[in-house]
């Protein structure tokens, strides 16, 4: 209902007359091929059932997505938001541009003798588009000054961890190895006062999955200081940086926790104290409730369990933060929160939302909460 009045209403809204709520969600729900997620959007697969309840739960104004596969003409996320919408959680602005996972990069990347694999590709992937993003809003995304970064090397990136010769990739690799993994996105939404907010999102690699040379913690590393380079004013040649006075909400799995496990954590935690940004801190109960009975290696960890985003319980890594919402320094956080997919659904990772106040006009405003019930 909320979301029905702000769709009503964007034109009129006075300046902060009404909290924004953003959310992020890895939804899980990529495919091993091309085609099956819009198959199995049209069926009834409890995954996917899951996410749109989460989803519709959360009932977020401004939604980042991961973990989605992406195909040319939007069909799989038309699907979604069609299954969205029935129940109840409607949203008539949508983008999805090709991310880098599983784009052929035409040459052995990885260096292990062999060119074609899904690690060859530009972001690991079996098929073009595999494990893509998307972001759904009910604020409009104006189509004049979207940025996609997709396609920037990572040499490009000033200070990069490539190292002397390139360490983490093999010398003839650099003049075609992109930095994002997946993608890159800066889009600005239209506020309701008319305002630019420019969400920034990126899903990078895991900083695991590789040997000595740390390929992928160096590439985690640098896809988070990319965000942190561009909210500092700069941009690849040919792009116009970001404005400067507009407010800016960084949103996305980042892949790194600033407290626990692997990773170089010094990314993660510039980008969290960013003079532009803070952060919502999105907590639950259900995340600490998770950490305490799984045990093992969550019992030394030294992050707040609170704080986990993601239950990777079968995989040795246990519970990490890994998942962020940073929104302009200049707003008001009125409330944050999580909303996990029940345990039985094979869904890993919470969505975490949090009530923003671009500007309260002297006014208190007040978050509005969620319905968690299953």
Do not use: K
Not at 127 to 152: C, N
Not at 307 to 333: C, E, I, K, Q, Y
């Amino acid at each position: 209902m909320r979301g029905l009045i702000l769709l009503l209403c964007l034109a009129a809204l006075p300046a902060g007359a009404d909290p924004i709520r953003v959310a992020s969600f890895n939804t899980g729900l990529a495919r091993d091929g091309p085609g099956l997620l819009l198959r199995d959007l049209g069926r009834d697969s409890p995954d996917i059932a899951e996410a749109v309840r989460v989803i519709a739960a959360a009932d977020a104004d401004v939604l980042v997505l991961q973990d989605i596969d992406w195909d040319l003409d939007g069909l799989a996320l038309a699907a979604l938001a069609d299954r969205l919408g029935r129940a109840g959680a409607r949203y008539p602005h949508r983008f999805a541009a090709r991310p880098n996972t599983g784009m052929a990069s035409g040459i052995d990347l990885d260096g292990d003798g062999s060119a074609g694999t899904p690690r060859d590709a530009q972001g690991y992937g079996r098929f073009a588009g595999q494990g893509g993003m998307a972001v759904l809003s009910r604020l409009p995304i104006e189509a004049a000054g979207r940025r996609d970064l997709g396609a920037l090397l990572w040499s490009d990136l000033p200070g990069n961890l490539l190292g002397d010769q390139g360490t983490a990739i093999p010398e003839s690799a650099l003049p075609v190895q992109r930095l994002s993994s997946t993608a890159h996105w800066a889009l600005p939404l239209v506020l309701p006062d008319g305002r630019r907010l420019w969400l920034l999102t990126a899903h990078p690699t895991p900083p695991v999955f590789d040997g000595p040379e740390d390929r992928n913690g160096r590439r985690n590393h640098d896809e988070i200081v990319l965000l942190a380079r561009l909210l500092d004013g700069w941009a690849p040649a040919g792009m116009a940086p970001l404005p400067p006075d507009d407010p800016v909400l960084v949103a996305g799995d980042l892949n790194l926790d600033p407290v626990d496990g692997d990773g170089r954590r010094a990314a993660i935690r510039a980008l969290q104290a960013h003079p532009r940004l803070q952060d919502a801190v999105p907590a639950s109960a259900e995340a600490a409730r998770r950490a305490a009975a799984q045990g093992g290696v969550n019992a030394g960890h030294r992050g707040d369990p609170a704080r986990d985003t993601a239950d990777w319980r079968d995989t040795g890594a246990g519970n990490l933060r890994v998942s962020f919402l940073l929104p302009d320094a200049r707003f008001v956080v009125t409330d944050a929160g999580q909303i996990w997919p029940a345990p039985e659904s094979g869904l890993l990772h919470a969505l975490i939302w949090a009530d923003i106040a671009p500007d309260l006009g002297g006014e208190r405003a007040v978050g509005r909460g969620v319905d968690e019930t299953r």
